[in-house]
């Protein structure tokens, strides 16, 4: 059974950082694009990275994310982490870790298996 599990979600003051964590269990870690997404209040899904697990390549969809956000991934641990500096009042949202086999637009309807997402707040 394919699982994702994030954690690291929580209340933080404009310009703070999180670091979300996303575990993955049931696949071959490797053979898989594992992206972050983001859902806002009344918006609809949006991507915010992705990572090809396979030869590390790297997306942002999000330009407003470019230089404030990392993803990255420990393939030992089945682990993609989303590291996120200078958080923003916008930033607020549920985020969501996703794996596909393609996934190959950073798109969430792209993406076949979804975690359950953890809530990041940033207060201004």
């Known amino acids: 059974e394919v699982q994702l599990v994030e954690s690291g979600g929580g209340l933080v003051q404009a310009g703070g950082s999180l670091r979300l964590s996303c575990a993955a269990s049931?696949?071959?870690?490797?053979?898989?694009?594992i992206g972050w997404f983001r859902q806002a209040p009344g918006k609809e899904p949006e991507g915010v990275s992705c990572?090809?697990?396979?030869?590390?390549?790297?997306?942002y969809t999000d330009s407003s994310v470019k230089g404030r956000f990392t993803i990255s991934t420990d393939n030992a641990k089945n682990t993609v982490y989303l590291q996120m500096n200078t958080l923003k009042p916008e930033d607020t949202a549920v985020y969501y870790c996703a794996a596909d086999l393609k996934g190959s637009y950073c798109l969430p309807y792209e993406y076949e298996y979804w975690g359950q997402g953890t809530q990041v707040t940033v207060s201004s």
């Open positions: 990572v090809s697990s396979s030869d590390g390549t790297t997306y």
């Open positions: 049931g696949f071959t870690f490797d053979d898989y694009q």
